[in-house]
DNA sequence: TAGATTGTTAATCGATTAACAATC
DNA sequence: TAGATTGTTAATCGATTAACAATC
């Protein structure tokens, strides 16, 4: 068992995008595709599709290309789009509250079993058929529910101390919603989403542009 | 005028997290930081934030280091901090709800000027003051407005058109929510987010450490 | 078989890190 | 002045691209 290589962060940052182009081509019907047609689509190197690919294994056929079907279910398998993994949201705002309205998320295998805040306001309120319970439920929570996630949508102020009281509860994945950069120890994987990093980049970039420089 | 020096994205991506750990140090009341300490607070190496930082001019003194205020606000001018940017929400659904709510983005000079759906249900709904009209306002609200950046909310299979109606209209800069890979003309700038891009991979990662491997 | 296209090795490019002379 | 730390050049590392032999 095992084989070694490991898999730079580059590499797997563009899985989720091959696995929406494989289903995009399963929809129109498309039954095989070679890299050089799939680079034209995503507007990256066929070079780099098929380095990316063999990472994981040889998934084509030499003189044929790949096959949509079996690639797309041999990404699945790698992202583990077979798997189920019970998440919790912290903070009922509004971006909890999208979060957990947001239907994709079942449907790639994240299912949303608890939904918490402080708030009076928000505590007994029910969103998307789920009851919002209070922080101090937490812990018997995930004593006796087995929770994978935590989405992390409390106030930037909070989230350092919620971060690791979630961490103690034994959850090993974080998806933090807040500006903070999260520092936890090596047995919880931290996702960052940093809405507002995005929106600076773009302002940046905008600025550029506008004053006639091109960004990349 | 003109310097030239074309910076990279890896560069420009890193921006907001210097301006964040700067915001903090100000606020710690902390004057002045070496790069050697900054270093140690980013987890990054001190030799990556005098290339950054010298990208855009030289920012520090030998012997001394950084002026905390001082650089704060270079960085501030490059990201375009002091700008205002005029932005509309085109879908008015949870995500758009929590958009238009989320008070930092006008503290860092993006506001929020018009919010637009197509669902009877939500137009003439009133969100954080803001009234949401019907999208087939949207020409003459951008004639007479002036607008910068359209945030998309809307359903994946409606993004690609809103997409190239607000590029027509003449809208600068799209904040793209939707997992769909917009492809557009040069004169627009387009940021993803991608949500289900990000969980994905957190998937993978916990899949992974759950296994035993370790991710990068 | 001839043509196509992969898997994989080698070359290139770019980004990160190290080193150190300049200088506060 | 001596010590500290930058700005900047050079070395290293990793990721992307090119090339081509293997093979369907």
Not at 63 to 80: F, M, R
Not at 102 to 115: L, P
Not at 152 to 180: M, Y
Request: aromatic letters at 8%; proline letters at 2%; hydrophobic letters at 40%.
């Amino acid at each position: 068992m095992a084989e070694e290589k490991k898999i730079s962060m580059a590499v797997i940052r563009r899985l989720p995008r091959y696995f929406r182009y494989l289903s995009d081509l399963m929809k129109l019907d498309i039954k095989r595709i070679s890299s050089k047609e799939l680079s034209e689509r995503m507007q990256i190197t066929a070079s780099q599709i098929r380095q990316d690919l063999n990472c994981f294994g040889g998934f084509g056929q030499q003189g044929y290309g790949y096959n949509v079907e079996y690639l797309y279910d041999e990404i699945s398998k790698i992202l583990g789009t077979d798997r189920r993994f019970s998440c919790i949201i912290v903070g009922a705002g509004n971006m909890g509250n999208a979060l957990a309205n947001y239907e994709n998320f079942s449907k790639r295998g994240f299912d949303i079993v608890g939904i918490f805040d402080v708030s009076p306001d928000k505590v007994g309120t029910v969103i998307n058929n789920i009851k919002v319970l209070h922080m101090d439920m937490l812990p018997e929570f995930v004593k006796t529910h087995h929770v994978d996630i935590a989405m992390l949508t409390v106030p930037n102020s909070k989230v350092n101390e919620v971060a690791i009281q979630v961490t103690e509860l034994g959850i090993k994945g974080i998806w933090n919603f807040s500006p903070t950069d999260l520092r936890l120890g090596d047995d919880v994987i931290v996702e960052n989403v940093h809405l507002s990093d995005s929106l600076m980049v773009l302002g940046y970039r905008l600025k550029e542009s506008m004053e006639g420089r091109k960004t990349s």
